[in-house]
């Protein structure tokens, strides 16, 4: 957990916190920072569609938020990171002419950053949620670094947090188009808490079907060519021309 002291001093002085932890320590911490807290995990029921869950999770900030008090949202990770409720919440409240903010914090990614020693600004770097680069191909620039998240909850709609059928096998399938069998990947969980270490799995393209990846992973698949250099470009941005070896 990152907390910056903006962040902080937002919790402490809600009326009202609502919270979506990533573990059981986070939440204790959050009741002692602000007894006022309670949990949104609520919402989730096995079975139920998660578009349903955020709705409801979106109608409770709101109706919060309508009350008049000062409420804060807590969630996991970055509050605009792949979540859907927050923006929403944020932009309803806005149209109903209520005050709404969102401040940055650390996403799952910028862990990963740190803890692989991945710098995104040297090759480049495609996030994408994985269902999502599944079911609307793109094209894959693989000279650069790609990030896929949710690979625990590939395919699912509904919140089913014991499914027995993983569907990785379907993603190892199409990466092994873009990819070398052998080409190396991580299955990454960055620490809840900071007397944790992160949990890193490495592993090769051909191993991933077999992967059991926690709901909480995300996979970073490493550059496997290297861009060429466009002399002409080069040229006309004053740049000195490439050297030829050989
Ligand atoms: C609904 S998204 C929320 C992301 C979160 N807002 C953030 O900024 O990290 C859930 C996905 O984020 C990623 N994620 C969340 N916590 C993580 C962790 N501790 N380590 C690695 N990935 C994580 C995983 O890909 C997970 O399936």
Same mark, same amino acid.
């Given at each position: ?24 320590? &986070? ?9 006022? =807290?309670?949990?949104?995990? &609520?919402?989730?029921?096995?079975? #139920?569609?998660? #578009? ?89 620039? &693989? =000279? ?41 990947? &991580? ?18 393209? =051909? ?40």
């Amino acid at each position: 957990m990152h907390l910056t002291p903006e962040s902080r001093e937002a919790l402490e002085r809600a009326d009202e916190v609502l919270y979506l932890a990533a573990d059981p320590l &986070t939440a204790v911490w959050l009741g002692r920072l602000n007894p006022n =807290s309670r949990s949104l995990h &609520t919402f989730y029921a096995a079975g #139920k569609d998660r #578009k349903d869950t955020y709705d409801e999770m979106v109608e409770d900030i709101l109706a919060a938020v309508r009350k008049g008090g000062r409420v804060c949202v807590a969630l996991y990770g970055h509050p605009g990171v792949f979540v859907m409720p927050s923006h929403e919440a944020v932009r309803r409240a806005r149209l109903e002419g209520l005050e709404a903010r969102m401040l940055p914090a650390v996403s799952a990614e910028d862990c990963l950053f740190a803890d692989l020693g991945v710098d995104p600004g040297r090759a480049g770097c495609q996030s994408y949620e994985a269902t999502d680069f599944l079911i609307r191909p793109r094209k894959v620039e &693989t =000279s650069a670094c790609l990030i896929l998240w949710q690979v625990g909850f590939l395919g699912m709609v509904d919140y089913s947090p014991d499914r027995a059928d993983s569907r990785l096998p379907v993603l190892g399938d199409y990466l092994r188009q873009l990819y070398p069998a052998d080409h190396p990947m &991580t299955l990454y969980e960055a620490s809840p808490h900071p007397l944790f270490e992160p949990v890193i799995r490495h592993l090769e393209l =051909s191993e991933l079907a077999a992967a059991e990846p926690p709901a909480m992973t995300t996979l970073f698949v490493p550059p496997a060519t290297v861009p060429q250099d466009d002399p002409e470009m080069m040229e006309r941005l004053g740049l000195p021309a490439p050297s030829v070896s050989g």
